[in-house]
């Protein structure tokens, strides 16, 4: 992992926890590197409303494949007519499974 790769895991690791604000740190969030993690973060924080959703209304399915050293998140609800495919990176995956809900949805060995 690179120092980039890192810079960015720490700052989607500070937004999902509150610690760090869009508005307080607006200059950070000039930075390239800054909005990729501020992109990463609303993706993740997107994708677990999804997935809160589905295991309340059981009513999709979900499933992890790998493809080209990335994981595919792939989410089918027939119900909103909705097939959605993600390219994660495994970090991205383990801090999406951080989500009690949604590692349920996957069982205990998935992100590892």
């Keep these: 992992m690179g120092d980039a790769d890192s ?7 500070k937004l999902r926890n509150n610690e760090l604000s869009r508005n307080r740190h607006f200059d950070l969030f000039k930075k ?3 909005r990729r993690a501020l992109q990463i973060h ?4 997107q994708l677990e409303k999804e997935l809160r959703r589905l295991v309340t209304s059981d009513s999709g399915k979900v ?3 790998e493809h080209n050293g990335k994981v595919v998140l792939r989410i089918d609800d027939p119900s909103l007519k909705l097939r959605r495919r ?7 995956l383990g801090l999406l499974l951080q989500e ?3 590692a349920r ?5 998935e992100g590892d």
Excluded: K, S
């Design 42 to 45: 609303l993706l993740l924080r």
């Design 7 to 13: 810079t960015i895991n720490q700052l989607i690791l």
């Design 100 to 102: 009690p809900t949604v």
């Design 32 to 34: 390239p590197v800054a």
């Design 105 to 109: 949805l996957f069982g205990p060995d």
């Design 63 to 65: 499933a992890l494949e």
């Design 86 to 92: 993600v390219y994660l990176t495994r970090d991205e």
